[in-house]
């Protein structure tokens, strides 16, 4: 999923997505649904600030993946949120990277590609030494153990904190020392 992005294809994909939230709030302002014409608007701030939080986290790399992750084709919608506004750490950037990598590779090999499929990743400060990332997939998977295979590896830098595993929905958490 590497892509090295040129200025242009940046301001395609960003230009492309501000025209889709500005048609949903022209239709709905269309329709005389104004409440809605505002609720997307505060959706917009919302995405917005976790936005500007994640570019905070002087984890760039870490940033780049997660807000481009959907200009790509890909089995399931990403989603982020950066609660409070925390640190980061450079020095974790190539770590968190290169497993969200992996774990996107594996997540488009055994999401069922005809169903939605969301992954909402979660950033926060546990404590002055910790950064804690949450990891919760809801969707329809095919019947694979390449994401038990995963989460059972040794993790450099990271220590995982717990799993939960349904039918429909996995979740869980790694925290990073910072």
Do not use: Y
Not at 143 to 163: F, H, I, N, T
């Amino acid at each position: 999923m590497d892509n090295e992005w040129t200025t242009v294809e940046i301001l395609r994909h960003s230009r492309h997505d501000w025209l889709n939230k500005i048609q949903l709030i022209k239709g709905n302002l269309e329709l005389e649904r104004s409440d809605r014409a505002r609720a997307i608007i505060e959706e917009i701030i919302i995405e917005s600030q976790h936005e500007a939080r994640l570019s905070n986290l002087k984890m760039p790399q870490f940033g780049e993946l997660l807000m481009t992750e959907n200009w790509q084709p890909c089995a399931f919608r990403c989603e982020f949120e950066v609660i409070d506004t925390i640190k980061g750490c450079s020095d974790l950037d190539e770590t968190i990277t290169a497993w969200t990598r992996e774990l996107f590779t594996i997540l488009n090999e055994s999401l069922d590609g005809f169903s939605e499929n969301v992954l909402t990743v979660s950033i926060f400060e546990t404590n002055a030494k910790n950064i804690r990332f949450t990891f919760d997939i809801e969707g329809s998977r095919k019947e694979d153990d390449s994401l038990m295979r995963l989460l059972s590896q040794p993790l450099d830098k990271l220590e995982r904190v717990s799993s939960e595993f349904t039918e429909t929905c996995v979740v869980f958490t790694l925290d990073m020392k910072i």
